[in-house]
């Protein structure tokens, strides 16, 4: 289980989660180490956010929650299960910018 990004984050990747995460797991929009750091680049460039959020990795996740308050789009939930219907595929995304196999009851 892992926290997950979902929609909201989406062209927003306000970052404010990647501040607070103990054990530096927050990554995206594209570089899957650099804890958000191509964020502030992007955001100067017109359309440079556009189609794109940050992910959580779920192997290092380590289910703290204090993530969750930070989000000012709510974009986060607890659990894969805790997901709306919705924003299901945002939790294979998640798993997938890490190269993680999705749990198969959540593809
Ligand atoms: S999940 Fe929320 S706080 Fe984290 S980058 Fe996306 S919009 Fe920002
Ligand atoms: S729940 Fe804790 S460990 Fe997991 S992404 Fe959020 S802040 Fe990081």
């Known amino acids: 289980m892992s926290y997950i990004i979902t929609s909201p984050c989406v062209g927003v990747c306000d970052t404010a989660c990647v501040e607070v995460c103990p054990v530096d797991c927050i990554h995206g929009p594209k570089n899957t180490t650099g804890a958000g750091v191509e964020v502030k680049e992007l955001k100067e460039q017109e359309g440079g956010l556009e189609g794109l959020q940050l992910y959580i990795d779920p192997e290092t996740c380590i289910d703290c929650g204090a993530c969750e308050p930070e989000c000012p789009v709510d974009a986060i939930y ?15 995304k998640n798993y997938e910018f890490f190269g993680q196999s999705c749990p198969p009851e959540y593809e």
């Open 78 to 92: 607890p659990s894969e299960d805790d997901v709306p219907e919705e924003d299901r595929s945002y939790i294979k």
